[in-house]
Structure formats: structure tokens, C-alpha cells
């Protein structure tokens, strides 16, 4: 059975900023799941569909730049989602218009991204899940995703 939903996926190596915004949105309703890096963000972006993704770009294995690089890929063989990037530096890339709403400087304050994170949210459509797409980590337990491992 297809389920449609808007899931936000949440990826940053900081434990503490992916356990802290897991919790809070969680709480606000939102369907939640994490990556610690860009290889899991990869992984979870093969499995679902997304409506929004908050992107550290600073992280090991792969950086936040080589996951946008590979969502430039989907082209129109599947919706992507819409980015918020959030970062510690001063990065001055151009960030693709179509797909990034916008960048996040850390520390952010948290009532302030929460906002931003719902009107961007209320702008997605409902994405038809994938048939390989595990129920919602936030579904599934009250914690973001253990160490050694991304959305199962």
C-alpha cells in the first residue's frame, strides 16, 4: 500500500544537533528521519521520498556539497526535496535556487528554524513513499537513528 506523507530527513554529523532536532520536530508532529553524514543521507534518498532535508554541508565521509551534487542527479526521474542548509562556515558556493530555500547559519535559533522549517513544509506536496521506504524513524522509536547506522 502507497503512503503518502512529508518527511523531513535530518542529516548532520553532530549527535547532539540531530538528537535535538529530531526531538522537536517530532514533538511538533513532523514524520522524522536522520543521517550522521552524507552517505546516509544517500541511503535514505535512495529508499524515500523527502519534502524537505535539513543539510549540514561540514561532515565526514561525504560532505553536504557531494549529497547536493547527487540530488542535481535526480533531475526529473523523482521530486526532490526541498534543502535547507545549515552550516558553521562561510561557504561561498552558489547553492542551486530550485531545490535550496535556504542556508541556516549555526548556532541558529531554534524557534526561528522550527518556523521556517513548517512554512517550507506547508509549500511541499505530499510525496507517494517508495516501496523500499521503512516506516519513519520517528514512527518507530524515540530516539534519532544508533550509532553505526541510518534509517532501517
Known amino acids: 500500500m502507497e503512503k503518502s506523507e512529508k518527511r523531513i530527513l535530518v542529516v548532520d554529523d553532530d549527535d547532539a544537533i540531530r538528537a ?3 526531538t522537536i520536530l517530532r514533538r511538533r508532529g513532523f514524520t522524522i528521519d536522520t543521517a550522521r553524514n552524507g552517505v546516509e ?3 535514505c534518498l535512495e529508499r524515500c521520498s ?3 532535508m535539513l543539510l549540514d554541508l561540514m561532515m565526514p565521509q561525504m560532505s553536504g556539497w557531494e549529497v547536493l551534487e547527487h540530488i542535481d542527479q535526480f533531475g526529473t526521474s523523482r521530486p526532490m526535496p526541498l534543502v535547507i542548509v545549515l552550516t558553521a562556515g ?3 558556493r552558489d547553492l542551486n535556487p530550485a531545490y535550496v530555500a535556504g542556508t541556516v547559519k549555526k548556532p541558529f535559533d531554534v524557534e526561528l528554524l ?3 522549517i513548517t ?3 506547508a509549500t ?3 510525496r507517494v513513499q517508495l516501496g523500499a521506504c521503512p516506516p519513519a524513524e520517528s514512527a518507530r522509536s524515540g530516539k534519532p537513528n544508533r550509532p553505526g547506522g541510518g534509517v532501517n
Do not use: G, K, M, S
Open 20 to 22: 535535538l532536532l529530531f
Open 41 to 43: 543521507a544517500i541511503e
Open 119 to 121: 512554512a517550507c513544509i
Open 114 to 116: 522550527v518556523d521556517t
Open 50 to 52: 523527502y519534502a524537505l
Open 90 to 92: 562561510n561557504e561561498p
Open 124 to 126: 511541499q506536496a505530499d
